[in-house]
């Protein structure tokens, strides 16, 4: 689940390659190339330095150090879509053109949705990022993700529902706001509650007149789904008007920097965790703390940390035979950063444990228990191509 974002530019810094981020820059002969298009700017640029910096510890951990598959390096290519559907496309198409075989990123859900097909089309490994959105899964043969989708978050609120009936699910516009009105319906409503739901314009800032529409319709608990800078705003214009005490209300923990935005009431809320920093602690959590240049891992470092260790086994595999790639991704378990993963064969979803928290601090979260990967697995979707 994405929630507030605080924009930060991220710099492209090449990988164990002369690359330096630009799709233009010539390569190594023999090495192995990689693709990486996602925000490095635009709104969602926090989420996509994360990313990077997990992708770039997840190699180093993957490979032993050594950056390369066998005698091959591993040379990495960062591409900026700004979180704009059309730019990853164009940055995409002009990878591919260039004979890459290996693409990641996709901090946006929009952009994985658009960036999906074309990997289809064309026959190359894509391994999408933090974008959440469920229709991602089950995308076609060439797609698959790294982080967890909306449907495993509201698995994971599911708990919080109680004897209660009325959910209402408070999202943006977008494709993100709608999977996670899908997946609460889909759950919650499935198990007996009555679903309704608010779409929140992206150009607005005013929410006080939402928060009074959530305050009226009375429900058992609310289910708010983010993303965005507005975050702060919202979260004070649902605590001004009274939601935040007067109702159950359900959200994700998003990275550390949004915490205090969620003002004097963010103690009310029930938290769920994609992740956070010492969510769980093993070999892989350890490295990606070493290579965060920070200390300090936050939501989407894991995200970028599994998909390098997805695309360097699938490239041990089989450097150069994407269909190769494919079926030594299907199925395949490993451990990483949140614990173990796996990916389902039939529909590419990843599997995998999600957490509970609260918030006891403007920069203070503790525990509050883990849902199994079984317990948080989503229905298989039909694969598309």
């Known amino acids: 689940m994405k929630y507030s974002r605080i924009p930060a530019a991220l710099a492209a810094v090449a990988l164990l390659t002369s690359a330096c981020g630009s799709p233009q820059a010539a390569t190594t002969d023999g090495a192995i190339r990689v693709g990486i298009v996602y925000s490095q700017s635009g709104p969602l640029a926090t989420y996509g330095a994360q990313y990077a910096e997990g992708f770039k ?3 180093s951990y993957a490979t032993g150090g050594s950056g390369k598959i066998g005698d091959r390096a591993v040379e ?27 693409l990641g990123g996709s901090t946006s859900s929009g952009v994985a949705l658009q960036v999906a097909p074309l990997a289809a089309e064309n026959k190359v490994l894509f391994v999408s990022g933090p974008a959440a959105s469920d229709a991602i899964t089950g995308a076609n043969k060439y797609t698959f993700r790294s982080g967890r989708q909306s449907y495993q978050d509201v698995l994971t609120a599911k708990s919080y529902l109680g004897d209660g009936k009325k959910v209402l699910v408070f999202a943006p516009d977008s494709a993100f706001g709608k999977s996670n009105v899908d997946a609460v319906t889909a759950v919650l409503g499935g198990a007996g509650a009555t679903v309704t739901s608010i779409a929140v314009p992206a150009t607005a800032t005013d929410f006080t007149p939402f928060a009074s529409q959530i305050k009226s319709a009375a429900p058992d608990l609310v289910f708010v789904a983010w993303a965005g800078t507005t975050a702060g705003a919202m979260w004070q214009a649902l605590d001004q008007q009274g939601v935040l005490s007067s109702t159950k209300v359900v959200t994700g923990l998003d990275i550390r920097a949004s915490w205090a935005g969620f003002g004097a009431g963010g103690t009310k809320l029930n938290l769920l965790a994609h992740y956070f920093d010492g969510a769980a602690d093993n070999a892989a959590y350890q490295a990606l703390k070493a290579g965060v240049p920070s200390g300090k891992t936050d939501l989407f470092h894991p995200d970028g940390f599994a998909a390098a260790q997805m695309i360097v086994h699938a490239l041990q595999t089989s450097p150069d035979d994407v269909d190769k790639m494919v079926a030594a991704l299907e199925g395949h378990s490993f451990d990483s950063v949140k614990g173990k993963l796996t990916i389902r064969p039939e529909d590419h979803a990843l599997l995998q444990p999600m957490f509970q928290a609260k918030l006891t601090g403007a920069d203070a979260v503790s525990a509050a228990g883990t849902v199994t990967a079984e317990d948080a697995t989503p229905p298989a979707a039909t694969m598309k191509g």
Do not use: C, M
């Open 76 to 102: 990495v290519t960062y591409a900026d879509d700004a979180g704009d559907p059309v730019k990853a496309v164009a940055a995409a198409k002009d990878l591919i053109g260039k004979g890459y075989k290996v």
């Open 57 to 59: 510890a997840g190699l």
